[in-house]
């Protein structure tokens, strides 16, 4: 089975004044359309990075990175940022709402981006909502919402126009246990209800043994655990 | 490399059309139509700079990107082209000690050709940009518009924030401007007299009330969210970023610069026109003369200057110096040969008239004798009422009365035939001669007799006085009939020449052509208004020039407040700009949120400040700002509030808003997703 995306001997480094810090140094491993894992290693080591790269934010020093079988970084910048809007959703430690606009308005942008009507976009929004269980607090912004409610809203903005793929950077790092708890049973349960691949960072060793395949970073590679 | 090439040479046979685009059209302009000069020059250079505009805008498509150094290639060889080809045209120079223009002049054009070039190719090619020239066009900005919305924090309230803004100052400014005029003409009214007391209608006193009840509302409103803000605690407020205040500043900076603009601005052309007015008053659209002093054919020359369009009045003039006396007094004079029948339809005379009759200067029998004063009449006279004009007419009366000696001299019967003349306001001043009054015209053209030439000279009576606004005629000009003005110059029955009226005043030079083209060419030949006064037009027209380009720095500088807040914003939304990207945001997209922005600052700090300059001009117009009539010949500070000349400005301050935004908006687009998530 072809895989859904796979990195090729991915090596990243930064400049840091005179010197030159390895973060990735030919990391290589693939995945499976609909699976999912969990990446652990401990901080600084370039989790975050990594997962910048899969999903085309960064682009590596050297090697390359395939989406089902195309190169993503000889993609031109149009290109690139259709794939990001489509095939790729992100979610992050910190929410990253935009605090200006309500929940429903903050999900249907990948939408509006994608240059769907707003009947559209919010329509498909409302329904993602639902999906995530926040059907009842549409019209609320950000700043109004609980911090699990907020990363409900992010997952469902990453979600919400189908990617096949999700990256999750410590999706639960900002949340107390019980909250992180159902945001992780949310995710495996959308995994296994829509069939998106999934790679999520986390520092909790108990939600990492849950999932189904167990990816370690250390010392520049992938391994898994 | 062969890529950039061929960007480079699409770009310089794009620029060199552009620039055979312009002088094709110059010339077929200068040709077909009637348009003035400066007209055909603006609407040519324009084209061209659209052209250059719209050539960058295709050149973006075309290379895919802004492509800078290609375009800057291609400018550079423009300019050598421009060099060349310039050389060959020889336009005409600057300078007045040459026809031609210098080497170092043709240098300076083709360089100002080149940088004109890449500057316009670099701004077209940004619209390129904005609509994705590097990829498929979309020239959408739905959701960007909403970003850019937050971020200037435009909603309902900031809405009616604005609104206010938009309302008070101009109505401030009214108001305040009423009531020191009102104040000013009550202080006049009782100058010396018991202390001014206030008489207010029904009306002002409501309005006063209804000003005063919302000033209160307000106060104690803004009190009120003072204290509610005061009881929260630091962590329940909501912080207002820097950027806000800085957009609001960037918004009063443009709303000032644009103000300043628009009111000097039309301040400038009120006294253009106003002298515009005064001079043509006075004189005609153009004068039709003759390479030779032999004119005898004008009678039949009239009818055909009248058969040609355009043409809306012709009348015969003859023009000489001569000296005026009245009593002990002598000034020069310029006498004017007119026909009263006929100069109405060329100048604005006739209106000119406050005391007499032009028509008496042809029937001089009609004249009133000393024995009685004409009172001023007609609009000019109303003007120059007062005390000061009162005193003037009571000392000719008593003058007069004192020193009969004039009138006695002659018989009354020959009195009564001497043919009349009429003097300017200023004129009369002098010469202390009224309406009735005997004055002596000397020409030094004179007879030869044995002892040496002997200056001739006439009695004349005056018909009436003129008062045109403009001191240089109302003491010079003295005018007098035709047939007189042939016998006292001796001329037989030749004119100077005819003086022209046009349908339109800015196509005079090309009509007089046309005039001269009906009457076969040479040797006629016609002088328009504004070649007659030159240096004054050219003048104003470069002090207006000089004053635009001054006040456009306001703009400039207020843009360069555009551009801090806006690089403020961009630094202030790092992380949102990563965020926007990584959920497939794209560039063009990036840099429509940030150029939409500026552009909304601009146009609103905009139309404030036309609105200000519209509220002032106004005001000056009803209102009025007096000057020292003395100093300026003008009782008032004229305006000409020019819907045109509004457009202009709210056109350079908005193509300024946006130049300003390119830079902070290329940077925001260009910035990497991660560069806002590492942060954390």
Redesign the interface.
């Known amino acids: 089975m072809e895989p859904l995306v796979e990195a090729r001997a991915v090596h990243k480094s930064y400049w840091l004044g005179e010197k030159e810090i390895h973060v990735l140094r030919g990391a290589t491993f693939a995945l499976a359309p609909g699976e999912m894992a969990s990446l652990v290693g401990p901080s600084g080591v370039g989790k975050s990075t990594f997962l910048h790269v899969i999903g085309t934010l960064d682009p590596p020093t050297a090697g390359e990175v395939l989406y089902e079988g195309r190169n993503t970084f000889r993609m031109a910048e149009e290109e690139l940022a259709t794939f990001r809007n489509r095939s790729v959703g992100f979610v992050f430690q910190f929410h990253y709402l935009l605090p200006e606009f309500s929940a429903l308005q903050n999900v249907a942008m990948p939408g509006m981006i994608s240059r769907l009507s707003r009947e559209q976009a919010e329509a498909q929004a409302k329904e993602m909502l639902d999906i995530v269980g926040l059907g009842h607090r549409l019209d609320h912004k950000p700043g109004e919402l609980s911090g699990g409610e907020q990363q409900r809203v992010a997952l469902a903005r990453a979600l919400v126009l189908k990617p096949r793929l999700l990256l999750a950077d410590e999706p639960t790092g900002n949340l107390d246990e019980a909250t992180g708890e159902g945001i992780h049973q949310l995710l495996v349960e959308l995994n296994r209800r829509l069939g998106i691949a999934a790679i999520v960072v986390t520092h909790n060793p108990r939600l990492a043994e849950r999932m189904p395949r167990r990816l370690r970073l250390a010392e520049g590679l992938v391994v898994d655990a | 490399m062969k890529f950039r090439l061929r960007v480079t040479v699409a770009a310089l046979v794009l620029f060199l059309l552009g620039a055979g685009l312009q002088y094709s059209l110059a010339q077929w302009l200068g040709g077909a139509t009637t348009f003035s000069r400066d007209a055909v020059s603006a609407i040519s250079f324009g084209a061209q700079g659209l052209w250059f505009l719209a050539a960058g805008f295709a050149l973006s498509f075309l290379g895919r990107g802004y492509r800078p150094l290609e375009n800057l290639a291609a400018s550079l060889a423009f300019g050598v082209a421009t060099f060349f080809v310039l050389r060959y045209l020889k336009p005409p120079s600057f300078s007045y000690d040459r026809f031609f223009a210098s080497t170092g002049e043709l240098v300076v054009w083709a360089l100002c050709a080149a940088a004109a070039s890449w500057l316009l190719a670099m701004w077209g090619a940004s619209f390129g940009m904005l609509i ?1 020239a ?3 066009p ?1 020239p ?1 900005l ?2 960007e518009w ?2 850019a919305r ?1 971020h200037l924090r435009l909603n309902r309230h900031s809405a009616k924030i604005l609104l206010v803004a938009f309302i008070v100052p101009p109505l401030l400014l009214w108001w305040g401007g009423q009531m020191a005029w009102s104040w000013d003409q009550m202080r006049r009214a009782n100058a010396g007299g018991s202390p001014p007391t206030l008489h207010l209608t029904v009306r002002q006193i409501v309005l006063i009330a209804a000003l005063v009840v919302l000033v209160v509302v307000l106060v104690l409103r803004f009190i009120a969210a003072r204290a509610r803000l005061a009881q929260l605690k630091p962590g329940q407020r909501r912080k207002r970023p820097a950027t806000v205040v800085m957009t609001g500043i960037s918004i009063a900076g443009v709303a000032v610069g644009v103000w300043a603009l628009t009111v000097v601005l039309s301040v400038m052309s009120g006294f253009e026109s106003d002298l515009k007015h005064k001079i043509l008053g006075t004189n005609s659209h153009a004068l039709l003369l003759k390479y030779s002093t032999d004119f005898s054919e004008w009678r039949s020359v009239i009818p055909k200057v009248a058969a040609v369009p355009g043409v809306a009045g012709v009348s015969p003039f003859i023009l000489n110096e001569v000296i005026l006396s009245h009593g002990q007094t002598v000034t020069g004079a310029e006498l004017k040969g007119i026909d009263p029948a006929t100069a109405g339809a060329v100048s604005e005379l006739p209106r000119q008239v406050i005391a007499g009759e032009l028509r008496w200067i042809a029937s001089p029998q009609d004249i009133p004798g000393t024995d009685r004063l004409v009172e001023p009449t007609g609009a000019a006279a109303k003007q120059l009422g007062g005390p000061e004009y009162e005193q003037y007419l009571e000392d000719t009366l008593k003058r007069r009365q004192s020193h009969p000696e004039e009138a006695q001299k002659m018989d009354p019967a020959a009195l009564r035939n001497l043919p009349g003349i009429c003097i300017g306001k200023e004129m009369s001043h002098q010469l202390r001669a009224w309406v009735g009054d005997v004055v002596n015209v000397l020409t030094p053209l004179g007879e030869m007799t044995p002892t040496g030439p002997v200056p001739r000279s006439r009695p004349f009576r005056v018909a009436c006085i003129l008062y045109s606004g403009m001191y240089e005629y109302d003491s010079k000009f003295v005018y007098i009939g035709i047939p007189e003005a042939q016998k006292f110059f001796r001329m037989g029955d030749n004119v100077v020449g005819l003086e022209l009226k046009f349908t339109d005043v800015d196509a005079a030079r090309a009509l007089g052509r046309r005039v001269v083209a009906a009457l076969g060419g040479f040797p006629y030949r016609t002088k328009d208004w504004a070649e007659l006064n030159r240096n004054l037009f050219s003048a104003l027209k470069l002090e207006k020039l000089a004053m635009a380009i001054i006040l456009t720095f306001i703009v400039l500088v207020a843009c360069f407040n555009i551009l801090s807040t806006l690089i403020m914003l961009v630094l202030e939304k790092t ?2 700009i ?10 063009a ?1 990036v840099m429509k949120i940030f150029v939409v922005e500026g552009l909304t600052i601009g146009a609103i700090g905009t139309a404030m400040g036309l609105l200000l300059g519209y509220a002032t001009c106004s005001f000056i117009e009803k209102f009025g700002l007096q000057l020292d009539p003395d100093v300026y010949y003008i009782s008032n500070l004229p305006v000409n509030v020019d819907g045109a000349q509004f457009l202009m400005v709210a056109a350079i301050s908005l193509a300024l808003s946006y130049l300003a935004t390119l830079y902070p908006a290329t940077k925001a687009s260009r910035l ?3 560069d806002g ?1 590492r942060e ?1």
């Open positions: 994705g590097n990829g498929h979309d959408r739905r959701y909403g970003i937050t992380k949102e990563s965020i926007l990207k990584s959920m497939g945001a794209r560039d997209s990497s997703p991660v998530l954390e």
